[in-house]
């Protein structure tokens, strides 16, 4: 089950737009060969925080 687990490589944050500029965090992940980014606009939330939210989001759509 380990290998499942998804762990940040690097959280970033970044104005992102055209004239009409938003905060956003950056979450790079890596799972086992795959790399994903993830994006969050609340600023607050840890890269972790993030990561199993999105976990959360992935269960519900499937």
Same mark, same amino acid.
């Given at each position: 089950?380990?290998?499942?687990?998804? +762990?940040?490589?690097?959280?970033? &944050? %970044?104005?992102?737009?055209?004239k009409?500029?938003?905060? #956003?965090?950056?979450?790079?992940?890596?799972?086992?060969?795959?790399? +994903?980014i993830?994006?969050?606009? &609340? %600023?607050?939330?840890?890269?972790?925080?993030?990561?199993? #939210?999105y976990?959360?989001?992935?269960?519900?759509?499937?």
């Amino acid at each position: 089950m380990a290998s499942r687990r998804r +762990s940040p490589i690097c959280a970033s &944050d %970044l104005l992102w737009g055209q004239k009409l500029y938003q905060p #956003l965090r950056f979450v790079l992940v890596r799972r086992g060969e795959q790399l +994903s980014i993830l994006v969050s606009i &609340d %600023l607050t939330l840890a890269a972790t925080e993030i990561i199993e #939210l999105y976990g959360y989001r992935f269960k519900i759509e499937r």
